[in-house]
């Protein structure tokens, strides 16, 4: 999932962990209005075995962007899948000691597929035929719904013509499309916060019931020597 051709005919890089602020708003709302109302399925492309944190980092990018429901239309396809000589693709991504990875793939509902580079013919077919079969098993899990929110709404309206109430609509749709990036920003960072609320109290049950499990060993230990003590002594 790399940048994405910019209307003007520039490089709009608004997924790269090293974009920068400036025109953000105008390349956020270009993409906006390129793909409204709404994708069904997006698609991410990472070279199989090297996600690395920039790429955690872009897919988190994604997420302010699009907003988080944007992971229920999203595919993992990895590349260089002859990298995987003897090793299957399901036996990599559930054994990767990468927890970026294996929390992305179960983030997509584990759609994922690979591609070898080196493929032609029946096999370049053929993984082009599972990639398909991978988007209409999301469209039926979607019921054939596209992912939307507030944004794609202010860019439909721009699309037909409307705001023509004020001065510069295309002004006051880059205002919302700051205003609706920043609520989704927000909400990400809820939802981050509540799943590390959620981790603590688990961990913090977990160390009860280890604290409840160590006093249960001692009494019985105790119980035991005790016994031990009192046949000893009748003998």
């Known amino acids: 999932m790399g940048g994405k051709e910019h209307p003007s005919g520039g490089h709009a890089p608004i997924f790269e962990s090293k974009a920068?602020?400036?025109n953000m708003d105008k390349d956020i709302g270009d993409c906006y209005l390129l793909c409204a109302p709404g994708p069904h399925v997006l698609l991410l492309v990472t070279q199989l075995?090297?996600?690395?944190?920039?790429?955690a980092m872009a897919v988190r990018m994604v997420k302010e962007v699009f907003g988080v429901g944007v992971m229920r239309h999203m595919i993992v396809l990895f590349t260089r899948k002859e990298d995987l000589a003897d090793t299957s693709l399901e036996e990599?991504?559930?054994?990767?000691?990468?927890?970026?990875?294996?929390?992305?793939?179960?983030?997509?509902g584990g759609r994922y597929c690979a591609f070898n580079n080196r493929a032609s013919g029946e096999e370049q077919q053929g993984q082009l035929a599972e990639l398909m079969a991978l988007v209409r098993r999301l469209e039926q899990e979607c019921e054939g719904s596209f992912h939307s929110n507030g944004l794609f709404a202010?860019?439909?309206?721009?699309?037909r013509g409307g705001y023509s109430?004020?001065?510069?609509?295309?002004?006051?749709y880059l205002a919302k499309v700051r205003q609706e990036?920043?609520?989704q920003k927000r909400e990400?960072?809820?939802q981050e916060g509540s799943?590390?609320?959620?981790?603590?109290?688990?961990?913090?049950?977990?160390?009860?019931?280890?604290?409840?499990?160590?006093?249960?060993?001692?009494?019985?230990?105790?119980?035991?020597t005790f016994v031990n003590l009192y046949i000893s002594r009748w003998k």
Not at 165 to 172: A, F, G, K, L, M
Not at 195 to 217: D, F, G, Q, R, T
């Open 49 to 55: 075995g090297r996600f690395t944190a920039e790429d």
């Open 195 to 224: 799943w590390v609320a959620k981790m603590l109290c688990a961990v913090h049950s977990c160390s009860h019931a280890a604290v409840y499990a160590l006093l249960i060993a001692l009494a019985l230990i105790l119980f035991i």
């Open 188 to 190: 990400l960072k809820e």
């Open 92 to 108: 990599f991504v559930t054994h990767t000691d990468n927890h970026s990875l294996r929390s992305l793939v179960q983030e997509c």
């Open 181 to 183: 990036v920043e609520k």
């Open 20 to 22: 920068q602020n400036q």
């Open 154 to 159: 202010y860019a439909q309206v721009l699309l």
């Open 165 to 172: 109430e004020h001065q510069d609509p295309h002004r006051y």
